[in-house]
């Protein structure tokens, strides 16, 4: 629960988002490109690629951003530059610790799909399809 500071006053509910965009378009002054609230979302959406750990986390994530569905925030804040791809083919390769525990998580999904344990449509569900398809499309 918050606390009204003392002395306070409300903030006044925005009639549209004219207010953010200037703000924005502000603070982008002096500085190379332009940003907007949807670039500052995006961010927040690239954010949570390299925070969450867990299908459960990323669902969370997805729901603060205010998405009904990851599958929305997978695809359009999933996006890799080209450049980022080659850095994170070496990680896979040098087989970074923090990988590895990311790794393990994948084979407990996996397992608990084969032991039909995962309820169909929950995160996790949709996270050993995925995982499945990619060792499928890897192994031929």
């Known amino acids: 629960m918050f ?13 549209s988002s004219h207010a953010v965009s200037s703000a924005f378009r502000v603070a982008s002054e002096g500085v190379d490109g ?10 927040i959406g690239q954010l949570g690629w390299t925070l969450c750990k867990t299908p459960e986390q990323m669902r969370a994530w997805s729901l603060n951003m205010g998405h009904d569905d990851e599958a929305v925030t997978r695809k359009y804040y999933a996006k ?7 850095a ?4 896979i390769g040098q087989g970074r610790g923090d990988e590895a525990a990311g790794h393990s998580e ?14 169909k449509g929950t995160p996790e569900f949709e996270r050993a399809l ?5 060792r ?5």
């Open 34 to 43: 332009v940003f907007s609230p949807h670039s500052a979302k995006h961010c």
């Open 130 to 134: 995925w995982l499945i398809d990619q």
């Open 136 to 140: 499928r499309k890897r192994n031929g």
């Open 106 to 119: 994948d084979l407990e999904v996996m397992l608990a799909f084969s032991d039909h344990d995962l309820a």
């Open 88 to 91: 994170l083919i070496e990680e």
């Open 80 to 86: 890799i530059p080209e450049d980022r791809v080659g």
């Open 3 to 15: 606390r009204k500071r003392e002395g306070s006053r409300p903030v006044p509910v925005m009639a």
